[in-house]
């Protein structure tokens, strides 16, 4: 890319001159969409992110949010960062490097505010399961993710796997972070005063990621595997876990004022950024940058984004145990230049190559006014099926079969934080330090919103907000990770609209503020644009550690709360049997819904719930199974079994009527039947029946290890 005849009048005009040849790279990257979200800032007010929970909201590299106190002790509050990242178009040029830079990235974001990382969640959206370059794919990306992440040590803990063709040339790899700080640790991104100085911290520049900024903002071309591998940074986990553990000595020092991590744009995006949001300016030397490859010019140094790099705004007096830490952990340090009042000025050996003002750089890019084509509706066409060739299907799809041979490559244990595993419908974190569970659940289901985009982002956030309640937690706070085809396509953009709009809409009505997020557009291929995609991570509390387990225990009577809907769309039995019909009607009462399922999950007569979403009932049902523990189900039809409205779950109580009574008013409760001890699931579906081992159930479920392995 170059810079837009547009843009570069608007940037002549501000300046009164033509911009020298980094200054217009400079602007070329931080004004692409990936930096500047030129086509989505306009829509992006739809969100809510307030509430007495939120003490960093959106701007920052990472949100930050307060821990209710369940434990008393401490004087201190305790607070979480929340953050996501995508890194799609990286991934699928070099999907193991790709995926493995998208987790360091996301974890220096959470180094920014101060904070340590506790846990990662991937949410992961590949083509046709059974196309061998979605397999190569998938494998390279779960690779990288594992190698990083397991050699950092922050564990990944949860997130989604989907399977959809229009992602056959876009994958995408959106992952999410949380990390742990407190009042008295917390650091931003907003320069604090002129005359403190400027310092890059970590591994060297070099030539890596040059121009990624703008390759995230383009269709991906079919040459894009060999073509735009420079645009690819290159990970190095091992010095990624160095500037962890200096980040927290500095923190914990009282030595670092604001911080930037070094990503999209390089050390121009983030030191501009820094003191833009300060109010400041800034003076660079660039040639006392720290530097792995010789002969380097101006506009290498200033965008490149090689990684594992932090910038931070340190007083002078504390220069020399800054130094003095950076040394000790082996990483590279250079005093690049200091905050002023005045312009961003960068000089390459006494030259200078960027004088600008640093809030026109960083914040000026003008927004796009895009044409919309209202997404249309799907008409009904349901198929005839078998019972037991549907149940087979659907329980043995890849987007609904077990994700296990993903997060087994993972250390997910790694912290001594982790009370409920990956596999289960949320992950469940021990925040000690508060006496409080934190839960987490990450993803959406492209075919939900390739249905119905706008009601389809509602379940979305309805179903992320069920996985918490399942284990008894509340929500309190989500980032977003909104993922699109190209904008300038009227239905492309009409659809993104849309998923925006309903995420917004459901969030607001459960009262979770959105306090953060990402956004990526261009996600077109020669394939076509992939399906709007709202992947979103949800953060919950509970008191304590303790949750409820998705398996059945074998002695309780099953019950199903919540409305179900007489529709089929977006469900994984259209997509295995053909045909369509309209998406789900979603409960008007949503928030009533999720308070009262989490009661209900932390009541001592409940003895397992498991949220019902992708592949219905069914594959709830087929999940809960164990090798000695079944049930005996009735239903009255096969929609009732296949069908996917999000916000029910169904629980194993030894006390029925007690669900029953909590739900009362606001969700009905069905029984469905009894848990067994024979491992077996038998289901009677109007006038057929269907008995399945738990071995089968295994077996149908394990498709990706079978072909993968």
Not at 160 to 172: A, K
Not at 293 to 306: F, Q
Not at 364 to 369: E, F, I, Q, V, Y
Not at 476 to 497: H, I, M, Q, T, W
């Amino acid at each position: 890319m170059s810079l837009p005849d547009s843009d570069r009048e608007l940037v002549t005009a501000e300046l009164g001159r033509d911009p020298s040849p980094t200054e217009a790279a400079l602007f070329e990257n931080l004004w692409s969409e990936h930096c500047a979200y030129r086509s989505s800032r306009p829509l992006l007010s739809a969100f809510s992110s307030e509430g007495e929970q939120v003490v960093v909201g959106p701007g920052d590299d990472a949100a930050v949010v307060r821990l209710p106190d369940n434990d008393g002790d401490s004087d201190t509050e305790t607070y979480v960062t929340m953050g996501i990242e995508s890194h799609n178009h990286p991934s699928y040029v070099d999907p193991y490097d790709g995926a493995a830079t998208g987790v360091g990235g996301i974890v220096r974001d959470t180094l920014s505010m101060g904070a340590y990382p506790i846990a990662l969640a991937d949410s992961l959206y590949f083509g046709d399961f059974d196309d061998e370059h979605t397999r190569y794919l998938l494998d390279g990306v779960v690779e990288g993710i594992s190698d990083y992440g397991n050699a950092i040590g922050v564990p990944t803990v949860g997130g989604s796997v989907e399977f959809h063709d229009d992602y056959e040339g876009n994958p995408l790899v959106n992952v999410a972070c949380v990390g742990l700080v407190n009042e008295d640790r917390l650091v931003t991104a907003e320069a604090q005063e002129a005359g403190n100085k400027l310092v890059l911290l970590g591994n060297a520049t070099g030539r890596d990621g040059l121009g990624g900024a703008s390759f995230a903002s383009e269709d991906l071309a079919e040459d894009a595997e060999t073509e735009d591998r420079p645009a690819v940074q290159v990970g190095d986990p091992y010095s990624e876990k160095l500037l962890i553990e200096a980040s927290e000595e500095l923190v914990d020092g009282g030595l670092v004022q604001a911080a930037r991590d070094l990503g999209a744009a390089g050390l121009g995006g983030a030191s501009a950024e820094l003191v833009a949001k300060g109010g400041l300016g800034a003076e660079i030397e660039l040639e006392r940058v720290h530097q792995r490859e010789p002969d380097m010019n101006a506009l290498e140094i200033v965008l490149a984004e090689s990684q594992e790099r932090m910038c931070y705004e340190v007083r002078p007096e504390d220069i020399e145990a800054v130094e003095a830490i950076a040394a000790k952990y082996d990483l590279g340090c250079s005093v690049i230049g200091e905050v002023t009042a005045g312009n961003y000025v960068c000089t390459f050996e006494g030259e200078p190559v960027v004088d600008v003002p640093a809030e026109f750089l960083a914040d000026g890019a003008p927004m796009n006014d895009l044409a919309t084509v209202e997404p249309s509706q799907p008409s009904r066409d349901r198929p005839d099926v078998d019972l037991q060739s549907a149940f087979e299907a659907v329980v043995g799809a890849p987007n609904t079969a077990s994700k296990r041979w993903v997060y087994r490559q993972y250390d997910h244990e790694v912290g001594a934080r982790t009370a409920r595993k990956p596999g289960d419908d949320a992950a469940l974190l021990a925040v000690r330090e508060a006496g409080t569970g934190v839960a987490l659940s990450s993803g959406a289901v492209p075919a939900w919103t390739d249905c119905a985009p706008y009601d389809g982002a509602r379940a979305v956030a309805l179903e992320n907000a069920t996985n918490l309640a399942a284990k008894g937690a509340t929500p309190l706070a989500a980032v977003d990770c909104l993922n699109g085809g190209n904008p300038e396509k009227p239905e492309v953009y009409g659809r993104f609209s849309a998923i925006v709009d309903g995420l917004a809409d459901m969030c607001r009505d459960l009262s979770i503020p959105v306090v953060g997020g990402n956004v990526s557009l261009y996600n077109d291929s020669v394939a076509g644009p992939i399906p709007p995609t709202p992947t979103l991570a949800v953060l919950g509390a509970k008191a304590g550690y303790d949750a409820p387990p998705a398996a059945l225990d074998g002695r309780g009577t099953l019950v199903l709360v919540g409305s179900g809907s007489d529709a089929l769309g977006g469900s994984e039995l259209l997509a295995q049997e053909g045909g369509s019909d309209a998406f789900p009607t979603l409960p008007g009462n949503a928030s009533d819904v999720v308070a009262t399922l989490a009661a209900v999950a932390n009541d001592d007569a409940t003895l397992a719930v498991h949220d019902v979403s992708n592949g219905g009932l069914a594959v709830t049902l087929a999940e809960m199974v164990t090798e000695t523990t079944g049930a005996e189900v009735a239903v009255d039809d096969v929609v009732t079994l296949f069908e996917e409205t999000p916000g029910r779950a169904v629980v194993e109580t030894s006390d029925p009527a007690a669900v029953e009574a909590a739900f009362d008013g606001i969700a009905p409760v069905t029984m469905l039947g009894e848990a067994t001890n024979d491992g077996a699931l038998r289901l009677s579906v109007g006038g057929g029946n269907l008995s399945v081992d738990a071995e089968s159930i295994a077996s149908l479920r394990d498709v990706l290890a079978s072909e993968l392995e």
